[in-house]
């Protein structure tokens, strides 16, 4: 019996994905948008606020898209795509914080939930992979984030709304909405934290 040709080490280096894949570019474009992002609201500029949020939101579901399609999922992707999604959500909901509390439908302790999932969530990340713990996003993490998403995108309709209407008053519905939708997001950013918690506690084996 023949034995098997090895294999070209071009061909071994092509099978390993290098860190500057589309994958991670597109990671990295959102980061570069969340700056953009905190630019514009910090000038009030709320329309345009409500484009590159969106546009930033469409690359966080493209790179794992691209990643999960092409091969290119990486430990750096793995780490640093939830890392650049907490910068963007954490810091504009620190933005919205002051005109939220001003106006009251966003409250200091909300932020406060917010980032202090995140930030407890990301340190106990090693711990669950140590003992064994999947750490892929799971249902609740998901619709968290998409909680996140939909109440930022009802913040910034809102504001622009207030701006057009003149009288600095948002239109009932529109209000309602945001409100709903922001505590929507904050019962399921407290939900998908003790999930995880109730993850370490009983880590399931890796697949």
Known sequence: MSSPLPQSPVANLAAVPHWLNLAN?????????????????????????????????????????????????????????????????????????????????????????????????????????????AFGADLLGKIKMTLQCSALIAIFVALEAQVRSGTGIVPQEIAFLRDALIWAMVLATVLSGANYLIRLATPQPKS
């Open 25 to 133: 570019l597109l990671t990295l474009s959102r980061l570069v948008l969340a700056v953009v992002l905190f630019g514009l609201m910090a000038w009030e500029m709320w329309i345009v606020s409500l484009v590159v949020f969106a546009v930033a939101a469409i690359t966080d579901w493209l790179d794992g898209y691209v990643a999960r399609r092409q091969g290119l999922v990486s430990s750096l992707g793995r780490v640093l795509d939830p890392l650049v999604d907490k910068v963007l959500i954490c810091g504009a909901f620190v933005f919205l914080l002051p005109l939220g509390t001003k106006e009251g439908w966003l409250l200091p302790w909300m932020v406060t939930v917010v980032i202090a999932r995140e930030l407890i969530i990301s340190g106990l990340r090693d711990q669950l992979e140590s003992m064994g713990a």
